[in-house]
């Protein structure tokens, strides 16, 4: 129940394509749910994150879709640029838990 | 937001020596957490340090293999001992800043490999 779960696993997108990352969790009392990006030698920099009680949050070139019902949510990068080629991994806090629980990360490529 | 400095930021240790890592805050929190990432995966909590109480460690992780201190609201240390090449990963700090369950900031990591 505290695991989320995140696919795809890897993704490759055009410049100016739409990427997006999927994750899904069991345990309905979170309520936190923020987006990491992740770049070779680097922290994880937080980037986005929504709590349920909106269905959707943009920011710039990325939103996030929430699904409570289905307890899914997932990433969307409009334009994606070669810039934008990390790993990303959604995360997952709320209930008992202080720490965030996250899921095993996407590695996007964005080719020129 | 906050600035999370680590060091170091990267070490080569000898099977059965201990390294100490520190976290430095530019402002005062009340939870920090302590991550290990392998190579390619994902993060996994070691232990969550508040200030004035004991580490509290997740499954798997025992205090006398990674002892833990945190003396105040913008510092702690991580110890990783007796090091076997199994400990080869990377060990990321992070803060919560603000309210109970807000954002968590990273620093950028220790990169420790074990001979």
């Known amino acids: 129940q505290q695991q989320v779960k995140q696919s795809p696993q890897s993704l490759i997108v055009q410049k100016g394509g739409i990427s997006i990352i999927n994750c899904a969790y069991e345990?309905?009392?979170?309520?936190?749910f923020p987006w990491y990006q992740q770049f070779p030698g680097k922290g994880p920099a937080l980037l986005i994150a929504i709590r349920p009680d909106v269905s959707e949050k943009k920011e710039g070139r990325f939103t996030i879709s929430f699904n409570k019902s289905a307890k899914q949510f997932s990433l969307h990068i409009m334009d994606s640029q070669p810039g934008d080629s990390a790993t990303y991994f959604c995360a997952a806090t709320g209930g008992s838990q202080g720490n965030l629980i996250f899921g095993k990360g996407t590695k996007l490529s964005v080719k020129p | 937001s906050a600035v999370i400095s680590q060091k170091p930021s990267r070490d080569i240790c000898q099977r059965g020596t201990s390294l100490t890592i520190q976290c430095q805050v530019d402002?005062?929190?009340?939870?920090m957490f302590w991550y290990r990432q392998q190579p390619g995966q994902s993060l996994t909590l070691i232990a969550t340090a508040n200030q004035g109480s004991e580490a509290t460690y997740e499954s798997g992780f025992v205090i006398d293999k990674f002892p833990i201190s945190r003396p105040n609201l913008t510092f702690s240390t991580l110890t990783v001992s007796n090091m076997s090449p199994e400990d080869s990963s990377i060990y990321l700090c992070?803060?919560?800043?603000?309210?109970?369950?807000?954002?968590?900031?990273f620093g950028d990591g220790t990169r420790l490999s074990i001979l």
């Open positions: 992070s803060v919560e800043v603000g309210t109970s369950r807000g954002p968590q900031h």
């Open positions: 402002s005062q929190v009340t939870m």
């Open positions: 345990n309905t009392a979170f309520d936190y």
